[in-house]
């Protein structure tokens, strides 16, 4: 009984102390403005590579404005992708996010490092597109829907999480359209490109030829699917079998059918809970159900609070 009693009282004290440490962790971070949330605090189980906070990005530098590798999203977007990896964990899958809130002066930067043809980058997220078209063609754009807290980009992992080796700046990766062995180590499931690639082989086929060809990464409430109410929560999506797709706009993909039907069943469960894709990138996705009007934001991500 006393061994019985010992045991409790360690399992007690050990789950107290899990909590005061999640409790201090939490109380480390800065407040955020009204509405927005760390996605950690919402759902913990999400993989986060937030590329912007590092250099392993097109610019080949931090985003201005990123001063901690954290996600942050308006609370309706992180509820809803909270219910998208719920319903992939039955699924043996998973989501990782690499980009979500984006202040708007990471958003300038972007478009003046374009104009700036002599500062560094990476030219592997863009092997067959001139940097100087980035603009004229809308890879880059002067208005992002990552600034209001609605867009997150991101993409599927096989569970149980198998974590791959860190990139690194000494190595010389192979372009973001090469086979995934060669690309910049991921333990996504592959999608045929990597994320943040500038090609044509990065588009959503369940969206080439439709009303969404035009990169517009500002969803407005209009854009809920209706036919994902009712699927939203209930745990499962309909299964679109490719309804939607055109065959001939699938085939002007180069890209093998795994890959597609990895980029397909992304754009399923993303939709049946709410969100909107794009037709350039198969990664990009904006929480369509929010009813109110929102402004663009550039408070920075924050680090930890500084010790006192």
Partial sequence: MARMALLLIGVTTGFMLGLGVKDARAQERKPLPPGFVYLSDIDSTIVQDIRYATPFNFTGAPAPGYNASECILLREAALALKEVQDELRGRSLGLKVYDCYRPRRAVRAFVDWVKRPNSKGLDRYYPRISRADLLKLG????????????????????????????????????????????????????????????????????????????????????????????????????????????????????????????????????????????????????????????????????GVKEAR
């Fill in 139 to 302: 890879y880059i754009v002067g208005v992002s829907g990552h600034s209001y807290g609605t867009a997150v980009d991101l993409t599927l992992i096989p569970l149980p999480r198998v974590p791959t080796p860190p990139i690194t700046s000494n190595t010389a990766y192979g372009p973001c359209i090469a086979p995934k062995a060669e690309r910049e180590p991921d333990e996504s499931l592959d999608m045929g490109t990597s994320f943040d690639c500038f090609d044509l082989n990065s588009r959503n086929p369940a969206l080439i030829g439709s009303s969404e060809s035009r990169i517009n990464t500002e969803a407005m409430p209009s854009d809920c699917l209706a036919q994902s109410a009712p699927t939203r929560g209930a745990g499962s999506s309909k299964d679109l079998k490719g309804a939607t797709v055109s065959r001939e706009a699938i085939a002007k993909l180069d890209i093998s059918d795994e890959q597609r039907s990895s980029r397909l069943t992304l754009y399923q469960v993303m939709s049946a809970h709410g969100f909107k894709g794009i037709s350039p990138e198969w990664w990009h996705y904006s929480y369509a159900c929010i009813g109110r009007r929102l402004k663009p934001q550039d408070f920075v991500i924050p």
